[in-house]
């Protein structure tokens, strides 16, 4: 087990990582002290047919006020101090209804969305964005550097890209109490250090954050 535990590696920053053992998820996670990243064992990762599953048990409509009050939220903190730069969006990871993406045409922005299980078609293949947005969708995400790279991909110099997922503690104890982990879709977890890690990785400035849960980057405009 000691072996193993020395093996594992940060996914964001290849730094050194704390391992215990999560007895309600019933599994090995690990915590990076550099990056702050926080990531569940590969055993942990559930197959698609049970991601799914749990996605379609979602029911979020533009019916649901306080949904669509929280994604206006979203928008007026990371997206509309910034309007005046952006033209085009992406919704990436629109979920069963794309409810942000509808929401992001009547503020004035020209909008596609994508959702591997229930808008598959990668309608951003060729195509590049002033806005990628990602809402509660990189928490299920294990290659998160490869997802980043695409984000950085399909968007114009200069661009942003304006995430939301709930920060974690950052200690082992609170961690452990922490409901978001509860999520077996939920894989991954990120502090706004960890975020300031992946951005300058990928070319972007960290441009803001809440501290809580939302974040915004912009891509290097000389890129």
Not at 82 to 94: C, E, P, V
Not at 102 to 131: M, P, Q
Not at 134 to 148: A, F
Request: with cysteine; charged share 25%.
């Amino acid at each position: 087990m000691n072996n193993e535990k020395i093996a594992v590696r940060c996914k964001i920053c290849q730094g050194d990582v704390a391992s215990f053992f999560d007895d309600y998820m019933k599994c090995q996670t690990y915590h990076c002290k550099a990056c702050e990243f926080i990531f569940k064992d590969e055993e942990a990762i559930i197959s698609e047919g049970k991601e799914l599953k749990v996605y379609q048990q979602h029911n979020n409509t533009e019916e649901n006020l306080g949904y669509v009050a929280m994604f206006q939220d979203f928008i007026d903190k990371t997206i509309t101090p910034h309007k005046a730069q952006i033209k085009t969006a992406l919704d990436f990871g629109s979920g069963p209804n794309p409810v942000l993406a509808k929401i992001l045409e009547r503020n004035g922005f020209e909008t596609d969305h994508y959702d591997k299980f229930f808008s598959a078609k990668k309608v951003y293949e060729g195509k590049t964005y002033d806005l990628i947005t990602s809402t509660e969708v990189i928490e299920h995400i294990s290659d998160v550097q490869g997802v980043m790279a695409l984000f950085a991909q399909h968007l114009n110099a200069g661009g942003y890209l304006a995430l939301m997922t709930q920060f974690h503690p950052d200690d082992q104890e609170a961690y452990l109490n922490w409901w978001y982990r509860r999520d077996p879709t939920h894989i991954v977890f990120f502090r706004p250090k960890t975020f300031a890690v992946i951005a300058q990785q990928h070319g972007f400035a960290l441009r803001y954050h809440d501290d809580k849960k939302l974040v915004l980057l912009q891509k290097d405009s000389v890129l």
